[in-house]
DNA sequence: CATGAATGAGTATTCATTCAT
DNA sequence: CATGAATGAATACTCATTCAT
């Protein structure tokens, strides 16, 4: 297949990419408001107008950036585990993708928390935050019925699990720690400690 | 002192207080650049132009506002511990104050943790969060030079704490779980077995 | 009453009342589209935002415009005849009042004119349009039950006589020839040589 | 000439004329301003730019639109009477002329009252409109010194006609009356008896 | 001190026009 | 010739701030 049939999609796909880079970069640290039209038409290197030839509004801009993150979140971190995983492995794989995910896009991951309860986000994009509630429960769920972790609430659990990594990313932008494979692995350990039956078993 | 000369700067101050009430309430609703002057105004049962002769700017509002509540939580949970406190005990009393400091003002809380990084917010206003990250940071070290906790990354633990009470936060807002003292008795437990060297012991 | 305690109201009816005439002048000549915000503030002398202290939006400015100007039409034009009056005397009568208002307010004719079946406005500015041609119609109908009128449909002779003040409206405003009290009256004795069973009779 | 080289012209010729069309049914309704480009053109069944192939801009085209129909007008009109035709018969026959076309082309008709005295219309489209008038003007003072009409303002006479003309088709356009024939020739008559010297006679 | 009408700079959005394909 | 994606100037409308009362 020659480039130039293919291109005209791929430069049309390649500006929305860009649009909703720049949207993302200036939502994350200015904020829905305060960033202007032309400020994102600009940092993705298109005209104003051409921003309303992808996205309705400045809104629906917003939107479709949360809804992009929040699938690709989705697809990485709740895919299925492998079957026949024990519980602890099970945690383990759950937890390294959460960390993998936001220390690969922190930006993406501060935003989605920044904006996840924002007035002018609409009723579909806000859904898709439940699924991860449900997932995560489920799995604290099971893994108490195995017997591996304790007879703890499975919603503390999991706000215990998403706090210790948002905690991460907070302090992590702070200056204040490294956010790399060994502080996640850190984390981890100290995680399966507060919540397993025997966290030096095995 | 008559009673009129007070009741003056009573009402000035009552002016003052229900500005940073309704400026509390919006802000950390709508955000900054939502919430404008005549509705905080209003919500405050002031004219619009009162506000400013309280405040110079809406800017210099945010600020004493983030300023307010900063002072209020270093005040309350940064307060110096008993002399001779242990370091389970120590730990247990800045977790109660910490989440008590939260389940009594969870707006004041929410709106801290949204607008630290603003760029609305003036240094001054920024640098307050420093001293919490120091106390926490001392806490931990001693506790760990005590023995009583375990080789972790100090400021990994401060994320930890941090991130689970602003967990619960978070889940309490979406109506996921309750947040009340028994919630929040439960995760000081689950905490300590997360960083002591002896969980179980005592 | 002094001057000072109507102030207040009068400044008030006063902008209103000058935004009223400036969007009129240019709206006439203009159109509706062709003509911004900016130009009716600079003609009335008041700067942007307030025009919207008066007016929600544009439309709403057309829309009360001209609401202005058909109940000052119904007002003058469609008042009761004095009663006893023959269909001569009751032509005549209305006639003049038609043509009076059209020379003294010849541009918000014009403006009624163009505007009266314009997209911008709504149900209810263009109902009041009805009321004219009710009380057109029971005229003649009446004139003509009492012979004074030939058989004609009177429909046909409202729009013969709105026609024929348009017209002189129309061609006046080109400068082709002069709509005054002279011109009027040769109009209203030709127009009533066109309808009356009798014209030159009593 | 070969068909191929015909059609080709044919196609261009339909492609102007639907652009024409198109924006007719637009500007009628809409007014200029109110009209995109893109509506015009989809309208017209062609791609934006296409357009643009055919009229410079878009005042090139309403300007082309004007002239198209005040030509046609015109001839069809204007055109010079049969010799020898009486006052009566020439009045008749103008009459008949200005209502017929009026009825073939309502919206040209509505579309060249509503914009004649626009800005965006360019000298040579609005001199076209006197034509019109001279022609008309020439025919009443021929009538008069004829001795067939009465001594009247040969343009009020014609303010009467055009008048009459536009009040039946604005009272037919809000569905008031029908402007059939039968309704043109009741108006025709009445008219006469208004400016003829013995409307009875004959 | 308190008020709220007035201000005008600033923002989202539209749309006539261009030009590479 | 035809196309329609891209452009950016222009417009309606908002809202922080001022100041006369």
New binding site residues.
Partial sequence: MST?EKSKTK??DD?RARLLDAALDLFEVMGFEA????EIAGRAG?????V??YFE???ALVNALYRHWKAAYNRMVLAPLPTGASARESFSLYWRRMTLFTRNHPKAVRFMDLHHHASYLDAESRAASKTYRDVAEKFIRDARASGAVRDLDPVMVVALMWGASAGLVKFASQGALTFDAGMAAAMEDTLWRAIATKPLGD
């Fill in positions: 130039s430069q049309q500006k960033v202007t039209v032309p298109v005209a104003v107008g051409t309303y030839r509004t400045k809104e």
